[in-house]
């Protein structure tokens, strides 16, 4: 479910659009005159589980105020 629905073809296939949902995870972008106004997502009950996949995807910086890749100073 890529393609965002009008809310128009939204109300004609409601159920059927909660069932995709529902089975599949895939959120849904409900529409209106072309312009996203809503995220239709499956219900996740607990919140955790939400972040478990981004789980050791951070990078740890001992230093996080250090300038990354260049010297800062060779650019004044």
């Known amino acids: 479910m890529s393609e965002p629905v009008s809310k128009s073809n939204f109300k004609e296939r409601a159920l059927d659009y909660l069932r995709e949902v529902e089975t599949t ?5 409900i529409t209106d005159h072309g312009k996203p ?6 219900y996740n009950p607990d919140p955790k589980t939400a972040l478990e996949a981004l789980r050791g995807s951070v990078i740890r910086y001992d230093d996080p105020t250090e300038p990354v890749g260049q010297n800062w100073e060779s650019l004044r």
């Open 25 to 29: 995870g895939e959120e849904l972008i």
């Open 37 to 42: 106004v809503l995220k239709l997502v499956r």
